[in-house]
Protein backbone atom coordinates (compact mmCIF):
# COMPACT_ATOMS: atom_id res chain seq x y z
CA UNK A 1 0.00 0.00 0.00
CA UNK A 2 1.13 3.65 -0.69
CA UNK A 3 0.84 6.62 1.61
CA UNK A 4 -1.25 8.53 -0.40
CA UNK A 5 -4.14 5.39 -0.04
CA UNK A 6 -6.56 6.62 1.97
CA UNK A 7 -8.84 3.78 3.76
CA UNK A 8 -12.56 4.68 5.17
CA UNK A 9 -13.70 1.61 7.71
CA UNK A 10 -17.11 1.35 8.27
CA UNK A 11 -19.12 -0.34 10.92
CA UNK A 12 -22.93 -0.45 11.74
CA UNK A 13 -23.99 -0.43 14.66
CA UNK A 14 -27.54 -1.37 16.61
CA UNK A 15 -27.57 -1.96 20.54
CA UNK A 16 -23.81 -2.34 21.15
CA UNK A 17 -22.88 0.04 23.80
CA UNK A 18 -20.82 -2.38 25.91
CA UNK A 19 -18.79 -2.89 22.28
CA UNK A 20 -18.03 0.39 21.18
CA UNK A 21 -15.34 1.32 23.51
CA UNK A 22 -13.23 -1.72 22.87
CA UNK A 23 -14.38 -2.04 19.08
CA UNK A 24 -12.46 1.36 18.18
CA UNK A 25 -9.76 1.13 20.35
CA UNK A 26 -9.13 -2.36 18.40
CA UNK A 27 -9.80 -0.37 15.04
CA UNK A 28 -6.47 2.11 16.34
CA UNK A 29 -4.82 -0.99 17.46
CA UNK A 30 -5.14 -2.68 14.00
CA UNK A 31 -4.25 0.10 11.91
CA UNK A 32 -1.56 1.56 14.53
CA UNK A 33 0.98 0.89 11.25
CA UNK A 34 -1.23 1.36 8.28
CA UNK A 35 0.62 4.11 5.98
CA UNK A 36 -2.01 6.16 4.49
CA UNK A 37 -4.98 8.41 6.25
CA UNK A 38 -7.72 6.44 7.26
CA UNK A 39 -11.01 7.29 9.08
CA UNK A 40 -13.79 5.53 11.24
CA UNK A 41 -17.28 5.62 10.05
CA UNK A 42 -19.80 4.59 12.93
CA UNK A 43 -23.32 3.97 11.78
CA UNK A 44 -25.69 3.82 14.61
CA UNK A 45 -28.63 2.17 13.18
CA UNK A 46 -31.17 3.18 15.71
CA UNK A 47 -30.24 2.43 18.74
CA UNK A 48 -32.62 2.87 22.08
CA UNK A 49 -29.32 1.99 24.59
CA UNK A 50 -26.27 4.11 24.84
CA UNK A 51 -24.69 2.99 22.01
CA UNK A 52 -24.46 7.18 20.69
CA UNK A 53 -23.08 8.46 24.02
CA UNK A 54 -20.06 5.81 23.88
CA UNK A 55 -19.49 6.55 20.26
CA UNK A 56 -19.18 10.56 21.90
CA UNK A 57 -16.87 9.28 24.29
CA UNK A 58 -14.60 7.46 21.77
CA UNK A 59 -14.76 10.59 19.10
CA UNK A 60 -13.30 13.06 21.97
CA UNK A 61 -10.80 10.73 23.14
CA UNK A 62 -9.58 9.50 19.53
CA UNK A 63 -10.41 12.65 17.34
CA UNK A 64 -12.82 13.97 14.60
CA UNK A 65 -11.67 10.86 12.35
CA UNK A 66 -13.86 9.09 14.24
CA UNK A 67 -17.24 9.92 12.27
CA UNK A 68 -20.72 9.24 13.43
CA UNK A 69 -23.72 8.90 11.47
CA UNK A 70 -27.12 8.03 13.48
CA UNK A 71 -30.10 6.86 11.30
CA UNK A 72 -33.56 8.32 12.36
CA UNK A 73 -34.58 4.82 13.10
CA UNK A 74 -33.98 0.92 12.81
CA UNK A 75 -33.60 0.30 9.24
CA UNK A 76 -31.61 -2.62 9.25
CA UNK A 77 -27.49 -3.26 8.81
CA UNK A 78 -28.20 -3.41 5.08
CA UNK A 79 -29.43 0.58 4.74
CA UNK A 80 -27.09 1.21 7.86
CA UNK A 81 -23.76 -0.24 5.73
CA UNK A 82 -25.10 1.53 2.47
CA UNK A 83 -25.19 4.98 4.78
CA UNK A 84 -21.78 4.48 5.42
CA UNK A 85 -20.35 3.48 2.11
CA UNK A 86 -22.17 6.55 0.76
CA UNK A 87 -20.31 8.58 3.78
CA UNK A 88 -16.97 7.08 3.14
CA UNK A 89 -14.06 9.77 1.78
CA UNK A 90 -11.35 6.60 1.06
CA UNK A 91 -9.51 5.27 -2.39
CA UNK A 92 -10.65 1.78 -0.19
CA UNK A 93 -13.52 0.75 2.50
CA UNK A 94 -13.48 -1.54 4.43
CA UNK A 95 -16.83 -3.50 6.46
CA UNK A 96 -17.04 -5.26 9.67
CA UNK A 97 -19.40 -5.72 12.41
CA UNK A 98 -19.22 -4.09 15.74
CA UNK A 99 -20.17 -7.11 18.06
CA UNK A 100 -16.15 -7.62 18.22
CA UNK A 101 -16.09 -11.08 16.36
CA UNK A 102 -14.22 -9.32 13.24
CA UNK A 103 -10.82 -8.79 14.05
CA UNK A 104 -9.52 -5.28 12.94
CA UNK A 105 -6.19 -6.47 12.89
CA UNK A 106 -7.25 -8.37 9.73
CA UNK A 107 -7.67 -5.28 7.62
CA UNK A 108 -4.09 -4.07 6.51
CA UNK A 109 -3.43 -7.58 5.45
CA UNK A 110 -6.72 -7.48 3.68
CA UNK A 111 -5.69 -4.42 1.84
CA UNK A 112 -2.04 -5.29 0.62
CA UNK A 113 -3.69 -9.00 -0.48
CA UNK A 114 -6.59 -7.06 -2.28
CA UNK A 115 -3.68 -4.86 -4.17
CA UNK A 116 -1.68 -7.25 -4.66
CA UNK A 117 -3.97 -10.10 -6.08
CA UNK A 118 -5.43 -7.02 -8.22
CA UNK A 119 -8.83 -7.33 -6.75
CA UNK A 120 -12.12 -5.34 -6.40
CA UNK A 121 -13.73 -6.91 -3.33
CA UNK A 122 -11.61 -9.08 -0.86
CA UNK A 123 -14.18 -11.41 1.24
CA UNK A 124 -13.40 -12.62 4.79
CA UNK A 125 -14.03 -16.72 5.23
CA UNK A 126 -14.34 -17.66 9.22
CA UNK A 127 -12.86 -20.65 8.57
CA UNK A 128 -12.30 -21.16 12.09
CA UNK A 129 -15.88 -20.02 13.39
CA UNK A 130 -17.03 -19.42 17.19
CA UNK A 131 -20.74 -19.82 16.73
CA UNK A 132 -23.04 -22.68 17.89
CA UNK A 133 -22.66 -25.84 15.87
CA UNK A 134 -26.57 -25.21 14.73
CA UNK A 135 -26.13 -22.26 13.63
CA UNK A 136 -22.61 -22.84 11.35
CA UNK A 137 -24.63 -25.53 9.89
CA UNK A 138 -27.12 -23.92 8.34
CA UNK A 139 -25.08 -21.23 7.65
CA UNK A 140 -22.86 -24.00 5.51
CA UNK A 141 -26.22 -24.65 3.59
CA UNK A 142 -27.45 -21.28 2.84
CA UNK A 143 -23.36 -20.68 2.05
CA UNK A 144 -23.25 -23.37 -0.54
CA UNK A 145 -26.69 -22.71 -1.99
CA UNK A 146 -25.84 -19.10 -2.67
CA UNK A 147 -22.71 -20.47 -4.43
CA UNK A 148 -24.38 -22.85 -6.40
CA UNK A 149 -27.34 -20.60 -7.93
CA UNK A 150 -25.17 -17.19 -8.70
CA UNK A 151 -21.88 -19.14 -9.32
CA UNK A 152 -19.92 -16.41 -7.62
CA UNK A 153 -18.25 -19.47 -6.02
CA UNK A 154 -17.30 -18.18 -2.08
CA UNK A 155 -17.06 -20.13 1.30
CA UNK A 156 -18.67 -17.56 4.06
CA UNK A 157 -21.31 -14.71 2.62
CA UNK A 158 -21.95 -13.84 5.57
CA UNK A 159 -18.81 -12.48 7.37
CA UNK A 160 -19.21 -8.72 7.34
CA UNK A 161 -15.23 -8.58 7.31
CA UNK A 162 -14.83 -7.07 3.93
CA UNK A 163 -12.27 -4.69 1.84
CA UNK A 164 -12.86 -3.24 -1.48
CA UNK A 165 -11.97 -0.19 -3.76
CA UNK A 166 -14.29 1.96 -3.76
CA UNK A 167 -14.77 3.11 -7.17
CA UNK A 168 -16.88 -0.40 -6.91
CA UNK A 169 -18.70 -0.66 -4.12
CA UNK A 170 -19.58 3.27 -4.41
CA UNK A 171 -21.54 1.84 -7.80
CA UNK A 172 -23.37 -1.19 -5.81
CA UNK A 173 -26.65 0.06 -4.40
CA UNK A 174 -27.95 -2.20 -1.65
CA UNK A 175 -31.47 -2.53 -0.54
CA UNK A 176 -33.89 -4.51 1.66
CA UNK A 177 -31.42 -7.27 3.91
CA UNK A 178 -29.09 -7.67 0.45
CA UNK A 179 -25.86 -7.15 2.82
CA UNK A 180 -25.28 -10.93 2.83
CA UNK A 181 -25.02 -10.93 -0.87
CA UNK A 182 -22.67 -7.88 -1.46
CA UNK A 183 -20.27 -10.15 -3.48
CA UNK A 184 -23.31 -10.97 -5.69
CA UNK A 185 -23.48 -7.34 -6.44
CA UNK A 186 -20.38 -6.70 -6.85
CA UNK A 187 -20.36 -9.48 -9.77
CA UNK A 188 -22.88 -7.32 -11.60
CA UNK A 189 -20.63 -4.47 -11.79
CA UNK A 190 -16.66 -6.15 -12.21
CA UNK A 191 -15.62 -9.25 -13.35
CA UNK A 192 -16.17 -12.26 -10.72
CA UNK A 193 -12.54 -12.98 -11.19
CA UNK A 194 -11.99 -9.85 -9.31
CA UNK A 195 -13.40 -11.41 -6.35
CA UNK A 196 -11.56 -13.12 -3.54
CA UNK A 197 -11.32 -14.18 -0.27
CA UNK A 198 -9.04 -14.89 2.36
CA UNK A 199 -9.37 -16.46 5.61
CA UNK A 200 -9.93 -14.22 8.79
CA UNK A 201 -9.97 -14.45 12.70
CA UNK A 202 -13.23 -14.72 14.23
CA UNK A 203 -13.73 -13.87 18.30
CA UNK A 204 -16.69 -15.15 20.28
CA UNK A 205 -18.94 -12.65 21.20
CA UNK A 206 -18.32 -10.96 24.15
CA UNK A 207 -20.86 -8.22 24.93
CA UNK A 208 -24.40 -8.14 24.66
CA UNK A 209 -26.25 -10.99 21.90
CA UNK A 210 -26.47 -11.83 18.44
CA UNK A 211 -28.92 -9.68 16.25
CA UNK A 212 -29.41 -12.52 13.88
CA UNK A 213 -31.50 -16.09 14.68
CA UNK A 214 -31.60 -19.58 12.28
CA UNK A 215 -34.94 -17.73 10.73
CA UNK A 216 -32.41 -15.58 9.07
CA UNK A 217 -31.30 -18.72 6.98
CA UNK A 218 -34.83 -19.15 5.98
CA UNK A 219 -35.03 -15.78 4.63
CA UNK A 220 -31.57 -16.34 2.36
CA UNK A 221 -33.99 -18.79 0.29
CA UNK A 222 -36.30 -15.85 -0.23
CA UNK A 223 -33.55 -13.39 -0.87
CA UNK A 224 -32.05 -15.45 -3.23
CA UNK A 225 -34.88 -15.65 -5.51
CA UNK A 226 -34.59 -11.99 -5.60
CA UNK A 227 -30.76 -11.67 -5.96
CA UNK A 228 -31.42 -14.52 -9.02
CA UNK A 229 -33.99 -12.43 -10.60
CA UNK A 230 -31.90 -9.00 -10.48
CA UNK A 231 -29.03 -10.16 -11.69
CA UNK A 232 -30.37 -12.03 -14.67
CA UNK A 233 -33.56 -9.82 -15.62
CA UNK A 234 -33.11 -6.68 -14.03
CA UNK A 235 -32.71 -4.45 -16.93
CA UNK A 236 -34.96 -7.24 -19.43
CA UNK A 237 -38.13 -8.43 -16.95
CA UNK A 238 -40.32 -8.55 -19.56
CA UNK A 239 -37.84 -11.75 -20.82
CA UNK A 240 -38.69 -13.56 -17.54
CA UNK A 241 -42.16 -13.06 -17.53
CA UNK A 242 -42.73 -13.03 -21.14
CA UNK A 243 -40.98 -17.08 -21.07
CA UNK A 244 -43.44 -17.99 -18.66
CA UNK A 245 -46.39 -16.71 -20.46
CA UNK A 246 -45.60 -18.09 -23.48
CA UNK A 247 -44.39 -21.54 -22.09
CA UNK A 248 -48.42 -21.15 -20.70
CA UNK A 249 -49.82 -20.38 -23.56
CA UNK A 250 -48.15 -23.15 -25.27
CA UNK A 251 -49.50 -25.57 -22.97
CA UNK A 252 -53.15 -23.87 -22.94
CA UNK A 253 -53.02 -23.63 -27.19
CA UNK A 254 -52.18 -27.13 -27.00
CA UNK A 255 -55.06 -28.31 -24.66
CA UNK A 256 -57.20 -25.89 -27.09
CA UNK A 257 -56.04 -27.73 -30.02
CA UNK A 258 -56.93 -31.03 -28.53
CA UNK A 259 -60.61 -30.50 -27.61
CA UNK A 260 -61.08 -28.74 -30.82
CA UNK A 261 -59.63 -32.25 -32.18
CA UNK A 262 -62.09 -34.14 -30.09
CA UNK A 263 -64.98 -31.68 -30.25
CA UNK A 264 -65.52 -31.20 -34.38
CA UNK A 265 -63.24 -34.45 -35.94
CA UNK A 266 -64.38 -37.06 -33.50
CA UNK A 267 -67.91 -35.44 -32.22
CA UNK A 268 -67.53 -35.92 -28.71
CA UNK A 269 -68.60 -33.33 -25.91
CA UNK A 270 -66.20 -31.76 -24.37
CA UNK A 271 -67.71 -29.29 -21.88
CA UNK A 272 -67.33 -31.56 -18.86
CA UNK A 273 -63.82 -32.20 -19.43
CA UNK A 274 -61.07 -31.00 -16.68
CA UNK A 275 -58.84 -30.11 -19.24
CA UNK A 276 -60.78 -27.27 -21.07
CA UNK A 277 -60.95 -25.30 -17.47
CA UNK A 278 -57.24 -26.03 -17.40
CA UNK A 279 -56.65 -24.57 -20.76
CA UNK A 280 -58.29 -21.77 -20.41
CA UNK A 281 -56.78 -20.69 -17.24
CA UNK A 282 -53.36 -21.28 -18.62
CA UNK A 283 -54.72 -19.11 -21.56
CA UNK A 284 -55.60 -16.36 -19.20
CA UNK A 285 -51.94 -17.13 -17.17
CA UNK A 286 -50.54 -16.35 -20.05
CA UNK A 287 -51.88 -12.91 -21.13
CA UNK A 288 -51.74 -11.92 -17.42
CA UNK A 289 -47.73 -12.53 -17.91
CA UNK A 290 -47.25 -10.98 -21.11
CA UNK A 291 -48.62 -7.78 -19.70
CA UNK A 292 -47.04 -8.32 -16.59
CA UNK A 293 -43.61 -8.56 -18.71
CA UNK A 294 -44.65 -5.19 -20.42
CA UNK A 295 -45.52 -3.26 -16.82
CA UNK A 296 -41.89 -4.65 -15.93
CA UNK A 297 -40.25 -3.38 -18.97
CA UNK A 298 -41.92 0.05 -18.20
CA UNK A 299 -41.09 0.39 -14.52
CA UNK A 300 -37.20 -0.69 -15.34
CA UNK A 301 -37.06 1.64 -17.73
CA UNK A 302 -38.47 4.10 -15.21
CA UNK A 303 -35.67 3.16 -12.39
CA UNK A 304 -32.99 3.44 -15.10
CA UNK A 305 -33.73 6.89 -16.05
CA UNK A 306 -34.76 8.49 -12.78
CA UNK A 307 -31.54 6.99 -11.10
CA UNK A 308 -33.04 5.22 -8.19
CA UNK A 309 -33.41 6.15 -4.27
CA UNK A 310 -32.09 5.58 -0.99
CA UNK A 311 -33.86 2.71 1.68
CA UNK A 312 -32.75 5.24 4.54
CA UNK A 313 -33.14 8.63 5.93
CA UNK A 314 -30.24 9.77 8.10
CA UNK A 315 -30.99 12.06 11.64
CA UNK A 316 -27.41 13.39 12.14
CA UNK A 317 -23.74 12.87 10.55
CA UNK A 318 -20.27 14.80 10.67
CA UNK A 319 -19.59 15.90 7.55
CA UNK A 320 -16.68 16.06 5.08
CA UNK A 321 -14.98 18.22 6.87
CA UNK A 322 -13.83 15.78 9.21
CA UNK A 323 -10.45 15.08 10.08
CA UNK A 324 -8.33 11.85 8.90
CA UNK A 325 -6.37 9.31 11.34
CA UNK A 326 -2.57 10.66 9.96
CA UNK A 327 -0.03 8.03 9.59
CA UNK A 328 2.23 7.96 12.72
CA UNK A 329 -0.74 9.20 14.88
CA UNK A 330 -0.97 7.49 18.33
CA UNK A 331 -4.14 6.07 19.86
CA UNK A 332 -4.31 8.47 22.63
CA UNK A 333 -6.27 11.31 23.64
CA UNK A 334 -7.32 14.03 21.18
CA UNK A 335 -6.09 16.78 22.91
CA UNK A 336 -2.80 15.56 24.54
Known amino acids: MQENDSLSV ?7 EDNVLPLV ?10 PGPWELICVD ?15 QQYGDHVRIIRMRRNFGQTAAMQAGINAARGRYIATLDGDLQNDPADIPRMLEELHERDLDLLQGWRRERHDDEVRKFFSRVANRLIARVTGVD ?16 KRVKLFGEMHRFIPVWVAGVTSPRRIGETVV ?26 VFFFLRFRAR ?14 LGGAGMTWLGFVKFVLGESIAGRPLLIVSVLLLMMSIQMLTTGVMAEMLSRTFFE ?9 LEMDGDEAGW ?3 GEGATVAGD
Not at 26 to 34: C, K, P, Q, S, T
Request: aromatic letters at 12%; glycine letters at 12%.
Open 201 to 226: THHARQFGSSKYGLSRTFRVIVDLLT
Open 10 to 16: VIPLYHE
Open 306 to 314: SGGGRAYHI
Open 154 to 169: LHDYGCSLKVYRAEVI
Open 237 to 250: PGHFFGSIGLAFAA
Open 325 to 327: HAP
Open 25 to 34: ARVHEGLADY
Open 45 to 59: DGSADRTVERLREAQ
